[in-house]
T-cell receptor
Framework: DAGVIQSPRHEVTEMGQEVTLRCKPI?????LFWYRQTMMRGLELLIY????????DSGMPEDRFSAKMPNASFSTLKIQPSEPRDSAVYFC?????????????FGPGTRLTVL | GESVGLHLPTLSVQEGDNSIINCAYS??????FIWYKQESGKGPQFIID?????DKRQGQRVTVLLNKTVKHLSLQIAATQPGDSAVYFC?????????????FGTGTKLQVIP
């Protein structure tokens, strides 16, 4: 099993540019999560999909952030326009949360730096 | 100016000693708890879990204890090794609005002294 795959692993961009982060969940998992991790706020849940449908996006900071899951094997998190305060490590995680006793498996993360 | 970051609690342990990492969770309705380990530059990795109808569960070198009365969770690592150095997160899961909501704690940094 390849685990959760994220790309790119590192992204450096300038303020105002569009950034797209990509995630391939573990095959067979029906839930997908996007998290952001910073020194200031720790690990924050941004959005959660179940069976490709966004369930809870209350953690999405503002309209500049959007996430899609067009199929069970792919999701994107887009920031447009990006700002320096968006600099963080963004993690994607997947799981089978139909039952309560299953956990999330995290990808390696994308380290985003907005200059 | 400089931003003030989270001050993670840090536990320093001598190699070979046992480590105990504590976590207070917030919601009495949480029915499932997980411990994650995050090494530098990596994503959190599952270590061990426990259901709310249990008070103890053991894995390889790790034990999780759950005290629902005081909403407290602990992770015990036996014979701590340098490879155990990482940030450890507890997470609680509960049913919210018809789906499983997971909330992570702020983490504890474990430093193993060789």
């Amino acid at each position: 099993d390849a685990g959760v795959i994220q790309s790119p692993r590192h992204e450096v961009t300038e303020m105002g540019q569009e950034v797209t982060l990509r995630c391939k969940p573990i095959s067979g998992h029906n839930s997908l999560f996007w998290y952001r991790q910073t020194m200031m706020r720790g690990l924050e849940l941004l959005i959660y999909f179940n069976n490709n449908v966004p369930i809870d996006d209350s953690g999405m900071p503002e309209d500049r952030f959007s996430a899609k899951m067009p199929n069970a094997s792919f999701s994107t998190l887009k920031i447009q326009p990006s700002e320096p305060r968006d600099s963080a490590v963004y993690f994607c995680a997947s799981g089978r949360l139909a039952t309560s006793t299953d956990t999330q498996y995290f990808g390696p993360g994308t380290r985003l730096t907005v200059l | 100016g400089e931003s003030v970051g989270l001050h993670l609690p840090t536990l320093s342990v001598q190699e070979g000693d046992n480590s105990i990492i504590n976590c207070a969770y917030s919601n009495s309705a949480s029915d499932y708890f997980i411990w994650y380990k995050q090494e530098s530059g990596k994503g959190p990795q599952f270590i061990i879990d426990i259901r709310s109808n249990m008070d103890k569960r053991q894995g390889q070198r790790v034990t999780v204890l759950l005290n629902k009365t005081v909403k407290h969770l602990s992770l015990q690592i036996a014979a701590t090794q340098p490879g155990d150095s990482a940030v450890y997160f507890c997470a609680e899961k509960r049913n919210s609005g018809g789906y499983q909501k997971v909330t992570f704690g702020t983490g504890t940094k474990l430093q193993v002294i060789p």
